[in-house]
Nanobody
Framework: VQLVESGGGSVQAGGSLRLSCVAA????????VGWYRQAPGKEREGVAH???????TYADSVKGRFTISRDNGKNTLYLQMDSLKPEDTAMYYC????????????WGQGTQVTVSS
């Protein structure tokens, strides 16, 4: 199973980025999916999650600013990030999640997002 992320980069506070994650070996439509991030010295945290029925959940710190979506035809998961803040700086990972336990079982390699003030 392979997940490949792209779209990270450096941006000033208030800017936007869109992360993408392509699943090379299976269809996203049958899985629950999520985006996670890990800042230096901190634990990895869940940022946004999407169930198969379309239900979305977000961490309080990104609600109203980030949007998770997927294009099943392209087998691609997205994270639209708007109004970025310096505290959003982290390595971002996409993941396939077990829909019963909500636990991730497959990860991408990560893409770096850096937000400067």
């Amino acid at each position: 199973v392979q997940l490949v992320e792209s779209g990270g980069g450096s941006v000033q506070a208030g800017g936007s980025l869109r992360l993408s994650c392509v699943a090379a070996a299976y269809s996203y439509s049958i899985y629950c999916v999520g985006w996670y991030r890990q800042a230096p010295g901190k634990e990895r945290e869940g940022v946004a999650h999407a169930k198969r029925d379309g239900t979305e959940t977000y961490a309080d710190s990104v609600k109203g600013r980030f949007t998770i979506s997927r294009d099943n035809g392209k087998n691609t998961l997205y994270l639209q990030m708007d109004s970025l803040k310096p505290e959003d700086t982290a390595m971002y990972y996409c993941a396939a999640e077990d829909c019963h336990s909500d636990l991730p079982f497959d990860w991408g390699q990560g893409t770096q997002v850096t937000v400067s003030s």
